[in-house]
């Protein structure tokens, strides 16, 4: 049998073909080892941005009332085992070795993508591990994402704004429509989406499937009654640089304080659609909410608004990746407080929005150092030069406060500078999964 450090490399070598989209790959490979994703509830969370917030809060609440739980995410920041988690715990590598190499000429064979291989792994190791309900985070889209062979009890759209166009389309309408092929029949839908065009769409593709659909925000015009008001609305929000405090008005469990340490206001609805998840399980499912509570209160998720004291600075990390996110992160940043200086560390792959997310994030920093993780994939990295020949002379043009910027191609010299530069206060990393989770790696901050 490989070991995880044998196998990984033919496993992410598989990468380089693409992104397949489609189902039949998945079905074969879950086929061929007796259909595990049958014998385990499941939660179905899509969306652009805050999807992996939601599930790690159902899963946290769900873990708390007993259940025997299983966690799908994508990507990981350090460990590729952090994808699957079995009752909050990364699987065990010589577990996932074992399932890899059983699992590998069914791969091979279907010519199963990366993404493909890793969702019908996790199934099957929560199958195998007696995991009674699953959360599990959508990868790219919906309708062709590979976990939407499941059937699940409730499914989530978190939001929908414009990113990977190159598969999902290039305007938040089709986007919109990609992410509700995941709604199937009779299976309630919630979504925190607010925006009238993408709204619009998840509605209607909701009524066509016959799916119940649910909203955090009642349409105007809607009664107290009104069937598409979610099970939860959002009340008075108090955050600080320890987290949240939440007021929330339950039709399961009436109304209800929560604190929560995930950071940034942000994530106010987040929690507002975990809960409305959670109040929309069939009833023996539903935990009591003193689950809900202590799950919530006890959850962690890095690499989102994650702060760290370090030798005198304070480090933020944030996995933002595109223009959205990169908005949100601005507005959560001023929650924290900072201590000047701040620098930002930047490292964004060649193919997402980096010429919107700047001008964006540069405002916020006194100094900023563009850089490239480690780890992003060769046909991904993008041209630090190329960057600073484009840009920077639009942002002396544009911006109302220009920092003062640096480029390291190399992350650990970058991160090096910032810690200098930022002594007695703060460095803020950001721009992809990457950046983060090579960061963290680096300064050695485990990621669980």
């Known amino acids: 049998m490989g070991t995880l450090d044998e196998l990984t490399p033919w496993l992410f070598s598989r990468v380089s073909g693409g992104v397949s989209l489609g189902l039949e790959r998945t079905e074969q490979l879950l086929a061929g080892a007796g259909n595990p994703h049958r014998l385990f509830r499941s939660i179905l969370i ?84 007696g995991v009674e309900i699953a959360v599990v985070e959508v990868g790219l889209g919906g309708r062709l994402d590979s976990t939407n062979v499941l059937t699940p009890l409730v499914t989530a759209v978190t939001n929908v704004a ?39 769409v998840l509605r209607e593709r909701a009524a066509e499937v016959g799916a119940p659909f649910h909203t955090l925000d009642a ?21 600080t640089p320890d987290g949240l405090t939440l007021g929330l008005l339950s039709s399961v469990w009436g109304e209800r304080l929560l604190q929560v340490p995930l950071r940034g206001p942000y994530q106010a609805r987040n929690v507002a659609q975990a809960v409305a998840v959670l109040g929309l399980l069939p009833e023996a499912f539903r935990p009591e909410w003193k689950a809900v509570e202590a799950g919530f209160r006890s959850v962690r998720w890095p690499g989102r608004l994650q702060v760290e004291h370090r030798e005198g600075v304070v480090w933020v990390f944030d996995v933002a990746h595109n223009p959205a996110g990169s908005r949100v992160l601005v507005e ?34 006194d100094h900023l150092i563009l850089t490239t993780p480690d780890t992003a994939p060769p046909g991904r990295r993008w041209d630090l030069d190329a960057v600073s020949a484009t840009w920077l002379s639009e942002l002396a043009q544009t911006a ?25 206060g703060s460095v803020v990393v950001t721009g992809s999964v990457h950046t983060v989770g090579d960061t963290l790696a680096h300064l050695g901050i485990s990621p669980v």
């Not at 609440?61 to 995410?73: E, F, I, P, Q, V």
């Not at 509700?180 to 989406?193: L, M, R």
């Not at 924290?336 to 930047?346: A, D, I, T």
């Open 162 to 200: 414009v990113d990977h166009t190159e598969f999902l389309g290039d305007t938040v309408e089709r986007i919109a429509l990609e992410k509700a092929g995941i709604f199937k029949p009779g299976v309630p839908v919630v979504t925190a989406e607010r925006e009238t065009a993408p709204l619009k």
């Open 332 to 365: 959560a940043l001023s929650s924290l407080k900072l201590p000047s200086p701040v620098v930002g560390v930047v490292g964004i792959l060649s193919d997402k929005d980096w010429r919107l997310m700047l001008p964006i994030l540069a405002g916020q920093f």
């Open 400 to 424: 109302s406060r220009t920092p003062e910027v640096e480029l390291h191609a190399d992350l650990s010299d970058a991160l090096r500078r910032a810690g200098e530069i930022a002594e007695g």
């Open 46 to 129: 899509g969306g652009t941005n805050g999807k992996g917030s939601v599930s790690a809060l159902c899963e946290a609440a769900l873990w708390k009332a007993g259940r025997r739980t299983g966690l799908y995410t994508s990507p990981h920041l350090v460990s590729f085992t952090e994808r699957i988690r079995i009752d909050g715990v990364p699987i065990r590598e010589e577990v996932l070795a074992e399932i890899a190499e059983r699992l590998r000429p069914a791969i091979e064979e279907t010519g199963a993508s990366f993404f493909e291989a890793t969702t019908a792994m996790a199934f099957i190791a929560f199958a195998e591990a």
């Open 219 to 239: 349409p105007a015009g809607a009664s107290a009654g009104d069937p598409e008001r979610a099970p939860v609305e959002p009340g008075k929000m108090l955050s």
